[in-house]
Each structure stands twice: as structure tokens, then as C-alpha cells.
């Protein structure tokens, strides 16, 4: 036989061999991608009960589509469950009742930054030597669920590869109290204000946070980012600081940030996204409008923030919190909530040895005489926008509402 024939032979066999190697792998890949999507498109579909004591007897609407349901299926509410019922609800699959959505695919790239981290073999625990009351026994208990349903979350969706995201971009949100050995994730709309004062008088800047005004609090200068440290810096903080984050119900963010930043006279919001919302969604929006970028309706809001071709970009205040404080890579020590910030707030500070006199302030700094955005004030603006765009909201924030245990609201 020719020699030349036979190397051709094999040299073909070798192509079509490799050929059938790739396609395996895609098919494999596929197929893998495949039931995770069904896992996520079916937890995005399921009804999350709002947990709440009225009206219990009335048959409550989903606040997506505007259906009565006869058989709501809960939340994982904080109270009572144990950490098998957080196993159940992330590992869900079962049939899917809508196809896959733009909104579905941002999801399942979302999940997948998750692999690209490195969580510790076990949840470390918090340091409650400083504790010696049971004063804090009930705000102690769902602290630990909280801490245990977000590593569970994350030791599901994570690998051993080191993260893609560089490491300065991660910690670019925390913040760093060097007396009391704290790192805190500013999350915009959720109490920060408050906590920034709070960081100030731990550190010594101020004896008291009633004196410290709303623009010296963000804008003096008086609190020290942890990116602003060299490596083996950040590094130790990491590892050896109390790390801790509080967040909020995404739609009230949402919503807090909206009424904060455009129904109220704003010198940067209104000229920089107010003039490109106007102008792409407000059809034969007026000369004044156009120039100042005041009066943005909430449903023009809405669009910008869904619109993947947006006219200008995102901004802190209704980014998503896994995208600003990686909740799966920094592994929080303490997670609070702003449903219940002073009791999560103060407990914390006695945890980390704050001075007896400390408390978490209460006060609102701004716009102090207008009612806070709760769960009506929701409502109210969740009636301006169609039940589509409602959806794409919950898609857009999937994240936020599944790592912190968040309830889809019920109108």
C-alpha cells in the first residue's frame, strides 16, 4: 500500500476523530446547561408567598401576572425552616411553564461567575464572646440561617477555579474600620448613609452620629476603601476582619432609589440620566423636560433600567447587589437586612465590641417628612407598569431575591 495513502488515511481519521471529540464535548456541555436552565427558569416561575400577617384568609395575586392563586407555595421564610428546605427550593426542577427569556439567559451568566470563586470548607463562625445576654438570642438565630442559606447558595454554584473578576473591582465597595477590625459593603438604599456615620464615630472621626451630615458622611473623605490597600493588605483584611453586609428587598430598592433620585431636585441624576431617559422613552416629551431631565415617570424608568441598549449606563443605587458587593466571593461573616436594621445593626455592634453608648441611628436625613418606601408605597408604583415588565423586574434582580432569601411581594 502506499505510504503516502496511509498517512493520509490516518491523518483523516485522526480529523474526524478530534471532530467527534468537540461535538461530544459541546452535546455534554449542552445538555448540562440544559437542566440548569430549567432549574433557574422554574425557580424564576415558581410563587413566592409574601410573608405577611394580613388578610391571611384572602387568596393573594402574584404581583407578576395578577392571577389568584389557589395554592400559593411559600417563600423560605427566615422563621422556622431549616436549611433542607433551602436544599429543596435551589435544587428544584420540574416543568416549565414559560421558555427561555433574554432575561433568563443574563441569569444563567450571572450563575455561572459564581463557579469562578473559592468558598472556605466550612461557614467560619461568628465571634460571640463579647455577647453575655440572651437579649439577642432571636436576632442571633436568624443571623445563622441567613449566614447558612447564602453559603449553601453559593457552595452550589461555585468550583475551584480562581474568580474573573479582578480582585480590586470585588472590594472596590467595602469599606474599611481598622479600630474594630470591620469591612462593610456599601449597598446604596439599604441604610448606608447610617452606617457610614456609624464607621466615623468607631473610628474615632466623630464622637457622635447625629452630628455627621448626609454629604459629610459620602463625600468627606473620612472613611478609607479596602481597594485603596496594596494586596497583602486586602488580603489580610479578608481574612482576618469582620465582614459584613446589609441588604434589601430588591423592588423597595428599587423603588427607594427611584423616588430618592428623581421625584425630589437633583443636580447630577436629573441632567445626566433623567435628560437620556426623557429622550428615548418619552415620546414628543417638551423643550423644558428635554433640557433638564426633571419629571421621569417611574414606567420610563422601568424601561431604561430593562433596556439592554440603556442611553446611559448603571448606577449604584439600583445595581444589583451581586454585582456590587460578590457576595459568593467575599463570604460575608454578618448579613442584615433593612426589614430589620436596628436590631440586626446593634446586635452587630455589640458583636464587634462597639462602645456601650453606640447605637444604630434611626433618623431619615433627607426628605424626612416623606413616608419611607415600604411595602404599600410598592405597590402604588408596581400599578404604573404591565405585568411584563413586573416579571422582567424579578428576572433582573433573580439573584438578590434567591441568595438573601427574599419573598416575590404579593399586590
Known amino acids: 500500500m502506499n505510504l503516502k495513502l496511509v498517512y493520509v488515511s490516518v491523518l483523516m ?7 467527534l471529540f468537540m461535538y461530544l464535548q459541546d452535546w455534554i456541555e449542552e445538555q448540562h446547561t440544559v437542566s440548569e436552565e430549567k432549574i433557574q427558569q422554574h425557580a424564576i416561575n415558581q410563587n413566592f408567598r409574601f410573608y405577611s400577617s394580613e388578610e391571611p384568609e384572602r387568596k393573594p ?12 407555595s411559600k417563600a423560605l421564610i427566615e422563621i422556622g425552616h431549616s436549611q433542607g428546605d433551602a436544599d429543596a427550593i435551589l435544587g428544584m426542577a420540574g416543568s416549565l411553564t414559560t421558555g427561555l427569556s433574554e432575561e433568563s439567559q443574563k441569569i444563567k451568566s450571572l450563575l455561572k461567575q459564581f463557579r469562578q470563586v473559592n468558598l472556605p470548607p466550612v461557614l467560619r463562625p461568628l465571634n460571640k464572646t463579647l455577647i453575655r445576654s440572651n437579649h439577642w438570642k432571636t436576632t442571633d438565630e436568624m443571623q445563622e440561617k441567613r449566614r447558612s442559606f447564602l453559603y449553601d447558595f453559593c457552595k452550589r454554584y461555585t468550583g475551584k477555579s480562581r474568580p474573573r473578576t479582578h480582585l480590586t473591582r470585588m472590594v472596590s465597595r467595602l469599606y474599611v474600620e481598622d479600630k474594630h477590625k470591620v469591612l462593610y459593603c ?65 423592588m423597595e430598592r428599587l423603588v427607594s432609589a427611584f423616588r430618592d433620585k428623581f421625584e425630589h431636585p437633583n443636580s447630577y441624576y436629573h441632567p445626566v440620566f433623567g435628560k437620556a431617559i426623557i429622550k428615548k422613552y418619552r415620546l414628543n416629551a417638551d423643550r423644558v423636560a428635554l433640557a ?33 458587593c460578590y457576595p459568593c466571593a467575599i463570604n460575608y ?20 465590641g462597639a462602645p456601650e453608648g453606640l447605637t444604630f441611628p434611626n433618623f431619615k436625613d433627607r426628605h424626612s417628612s416623606e413616608k ?17 415588565e413586573r416579571q422582567q423586574i424579578y428576572n433582573f434582580y433573580y439573584l438578590d431575591y434567591l441568595m438573601f432569601n427574599y419573598s416575590v411581594p404579593y399586590v
Open 333 to 352: 461573616d454578618y448579613i442584615g437586612k433593612f426589614e430589620t436594621l436596628g436590631d440586626d445593626a446593634n446586635y452587630f455592634l455589640r458583636l464587634i
Open 13 to 19: 481519521f485522526g480529523i474526524m476523530g478530534l471532530f
Open 186 to 250: 456599601e449597598v446604596p438604599k439599604a441604610g448606608c448613609s447610617n452606617w457610614k456615620r456609624v464607621l466615623m464615630v468607631l473610628s474615632g472621626v466623630a464622637d457622635s452620629a447625629a452630628n455627621i451630615t448626609h454629604d459629610a458622611a459620602h463625600y468627606g473623605k473620612h472613611l478609607r476603601k479596602l481597594d485603596s490597600y496594596n494586596l497583602k493588605g486586602i488580603h489580610k483584611r479578608l481574612k482576618t476582619y469582620t465582614k459584613v453586609i446589609f441588604v434589601r428587598d430588591p
Open 61 to 72: 395575586k402574584n404581583w407578576v401576572t395578577g392571577e389568584k392563586l389557589d395554592k400559593p
Open 372 to 388: 419611607r418606601t415600604n411595602l404599600e408605597v410598592v405597590r402604588q408604583y408596581l400599578a404604573e407598569i404591565s405585568n411584563t
Open 292 to 324: 433638564t431631565g426633571s419629571g421621569v415617570k417611574f414606567k420610563e424608568f422601568i424601561q431604561y433600567l430593562l433596556d439592554s441598549h440603556r442611553p446611559v449606563g448603571m448606577d449604584t443605587h439600583w445595581e444589583q447587589i451581586s454585582q456590587l
